[in-house]
């Protein structure tokens, strides 16, 4: 299943400037998501990260991967309508610079669910290079 991003708002609350998911290409409710990022120099953080070396930080590619899980979690008939909020990040791995211009593919596979907790492995490639992978543990809550 593909997701468009009018879609994507209707099951994850983040919005500008922090709607970081522009597709899903596929995803399972309860057991994994993909989807991509596509960066642009007219993104907010390029004004200071670096002016003169456009880079993404590291923190929002991580927050995509999250957003992406997110997907896979609220897409789920018994969450739909909550939050979900970061309750750890572990395992994190910088393998490589994303800039303007560049497709991120975002993956997140969940790996362990357990009431309201749920575990997640996230991988982010460009080019098919891997650039970040993270375990992320995420907290399901009410609005």
């Known amino acids: 299943m593909e997701l468009n991003s009018n879609q994507i708002a209707a099951i994850n609350p983040h919005r500008y400037p922090f709607a970081l998911v522009d597709r899903i290409t596929d995803y399972q409710p309860g057991e994994y ?16 990260h670096f002016p003169e070396h456009h880079v993404m930080p590291g923190v929002l590619i991580v927050e995509a991967l999250a957003q992406t899980g ?39 596979q ?14 982010a490639k460009v080019n098919g290079k891997v650039v970040v992978t993270a375990e992320l543990t995420f907290a399901i809550g009410d609005k």
């Open 110 to 123: 969940l790996t362990r669910m357990r009431s309201k907790i749920g575990i997640g492995e996230a991988t």
């Open 70 to 108: 997110c997907v896979a979690i609220l897409s789920q008939e018994a969450f739909k309508g909550k939050l979900v909020f970061f309750a750890g990040i572990n395992k994190c791995k910088f393998k490589g610079q994303v800039i303007p211009g560049d497709v991120v593919e975002l993956e997140c």
């Open 33 to 48: 998501a993909k989807g991509i990022k596509c960066v642009s120099v007219n993104e907010m953080q390029f004004m200071g």
